[in-house]
């Protein structure tokens, strides 16, 4: 089974898990089974329509996954899954961007 690593920030909505080995067979399915798991990190990982949010980064082995297939990359058993959310913020101060 691959094994999906959950970011700092997401857990919270996994009680605390880093990593979780998953039985879907492509990342989507994947992250689809994470959501399903723990269903209050789903409005984190998906919109509305169901898309994986484009801020939701995926690793798959080192490797983005929008430069494979996207969701539908297939995974091995011994494949290495990360999730990166993109973060983004900061203030000015006196006219310094910190």
Same mark, same amino acid.
Not at 25 to 37: I, K, P, S, T
Not at 46 to 69: A, C, K, M, P, T
Not at 87 to 97: D, M, R, S, T, Y
């Given at each position: 089974m =691959?094994? $999906?690593?959950?970011?700092?920030?997401?857990? +919270?909505?996994?009680? @605390?898990?880093?990593? %979780?080995? !998953?039985?879907?067979?492509? #990342? *989507?399915?994947?992250?689809?089974? %994470?959501? &399903?798991?723990? +269903?209050?990190?789903?409005?984190h990982?998906?919109?509305?329509? @169901?898309? $994986?949010?484009?801020? #939701?980064?995926?690793? !798959?082995? @080192?490797? &983005?996954?929008?430069? %494979?297939? @996207?969701?539908?990359?297939?995974?091995?058993?011994?494949?290495?899954?990360? $999730?990166?959310?993109?973060? =983004? *913020?900061?203030?000015?101060?006196?006219?310094? !961007?910190?």
């Amino acid at each position: 089974m =691959a094994t $999906i690593s959950i970011p700092t920030p997401f857990r +919270p909505f996994t009680e @605390g898990i880093s990593k %979780l080995e !998953l039985k879907a067979n492509h #990342v *989507g399915g994947a992250v689809r089974e %994470l959501a &399903d798991q723990f +269903p209050t990190l789903e409005q984190h990982l998906f919109s509305e329509n @169901g898309e $994986i949010r484009s801020f #939701v980064n995926l690793f !798959l082995n @080192g490797e &983005d996954v929008r430069y %494979l297939q @996207g969701d539908e990359t297939l995974l091995n058993p011994d494949d290495q899954l990360r $999730i990166i959310p993109s973060i =983004a *913020g900061g203030c000015e101060v006196n006219n310094q !961007l910190f």
